[in-house]
């Protein structure tokens, strides 16, 4: 009972834990991503390429709200803009893999490009995770302290 309650609620920095807290905050912004990305392909007739680039930024803006609200509880970087300037770069990379990715799935390999989405999003999640983990919520995390003092402002 007790983990079951630490799982859902209060502050942890357990990397477990933290890890199953942001599969169901991926899980909600992958959510808001794919129905983007089919709303506005499927519904609107934008190219699939840029439904996906939108989709991802509204997942991306999902993903951060609810992370430092629920997920991570130590914070590298005081100053809130510039965490989710950070938050939001680490974002671009994984923006990066995905449009790779879905280029790859749909246009070389053939795959739907709602499948292709299913597979990009699993490289997405596991750069996300680990990166914004290690670089922003992180005690051991190399931004940390005296290397990047304007971050702190």
Known sequence: MNWTRTLIAGRTNSTTIQCIRYTVVGG????????????????????????????????????YYLSVIWVFSDRVVQNRPAEFIAFGLLGIIGLGLNELSM??????????????????????F????????????????????????????
Do not use: Q
């Open 28 to 63: 909600c912004a992958f959510v808001v991503d794919f129905a983007t990305l089919w709303g506005l392909t499927e519904w609107l007739s934008i190219h699939y390429l840029v439904s996906a680039a939108i989709a991802f930024l509204l997942g991306l803006a999902t993903n």
């Open 126 to 153: 596991v750069w996300n995770f680990v990166s914004r983990k290690i670089l922003l919520f992180s005690n051991s995390s190399p931004l940390r302290g005296e290397s990047c003092p304007e971050l702190s402002a």
């Open 103 to 124: 280029y790859v799935f749909t246009g070389v390999v053939g795959y739907h490009y709602l499948a292709s989405k299913i597979c990009a999003s699993g490289l997405t």
